[in-house]
């Protein structure tokens, strides 16, 4: 049997953070370039997010991106054109690891739930590609 071809999406992966118990309450800690692949350049977080709703609905071409339900929980859907996955994310120690390239969409969100992002660059509208069928034509032609 062939083996399958690995695609972008195999180097999404969930990472665990290192977590310091203590019966006054529990602390997970992240360091750029050790607990995370990239450099984080800017912070952003989802919350107040209505029951049903969705976000996400993008890819980025460049940037690298870390998601963590700092409370509550809700799933990450990724998809690289040729394959989808989803990760239900629940624990504040956990993150989504997502290099570019990655269609994602987040929903399911529970009440008064927290999605922080830890992201390689600063806001840029140039590297969304936020229409589907153009992601599509972008996996076709390598993103040229
Ligand atoms: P968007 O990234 O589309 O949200 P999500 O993927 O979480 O659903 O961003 C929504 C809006 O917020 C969009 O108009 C751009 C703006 N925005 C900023 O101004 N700065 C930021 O750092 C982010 C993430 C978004």
Redesign the pocket.
């Given at each position: 049997m062939l083996a399958e071809k690995s695609t972008v999406l195999d180097d999404c992966r969930i990472i665990d953070f290192p977590k310091v118990t203590d019966y006054r309450g529990n602390l997970s800690f992240i360091e750029e370039n050790h607990q995370i692949p990239f450099q984080i350049k800017?912070v952003?977080y989802?919350y107040d997010v209505p029951s049903g709703a969705t976000?996400?609905?993008?890819a980025h071409r460049a940037l690298h991106q870390m998601i963590i339900a700092l409370s509550g929980s809700f799933d990450v859907i990724i998809d690289d054109g040729l394959r989808k996955q989803s990760f239900f994310l629940n624990r504040p120690h956990y993150g989504l690891y997502i290099p570019p390239r990655v269609w994602r969409e987040?929903e399911n969100f529970s009440s008064n739930s927290v999605a922080l992002?830890l992201v390689s660059e600063v806001?840029d509208?140039t590297d969304?590609v936020r229409d589907y069928q153009a992601f599509k034509r972008l996996v076709l032609n390598g993103w040229q």
């Amino acid at each position: 049997m062939l083996a399958e071809k690995s695609t972008v999406l195999d180097d999404c992966r969930i990472i665990d953070f290192p977590k310091v118990t203590d019966y006054r309450g529990n602390l997970s800690f992240i360091e750029e370039n050790h607990q995370i692949p990239f450099q984080i350049k800017r912070v952003y977080y989802l919350y107040d997010v209505p029951s049903g709703a969705t976000r996400g609905g993008h890819a980025h071409r460049a940037l690298h991106q870390m998601i963590i339900a700092l409370s509550g929980s809700f799933d990450v859907i990724i998809d690289d054109g040729l394959r989808k996955q989803s990760f239900f994310l629940n624990r504040p120690h956990y993150g989504l690891y997502i290099p570019p390239r990655v269609w994602r969409e987040l929903e399911n969100f529970s009440s008064n739930s927290v999605a922080l992002s830890l992201v390689s660059e600063v806001y840029d509208e140039t590297d969304y590609v936020r229409d589907y069928q153009a992601f599509k034509r972008l996996v076709l032609n390598g993103w040229q």
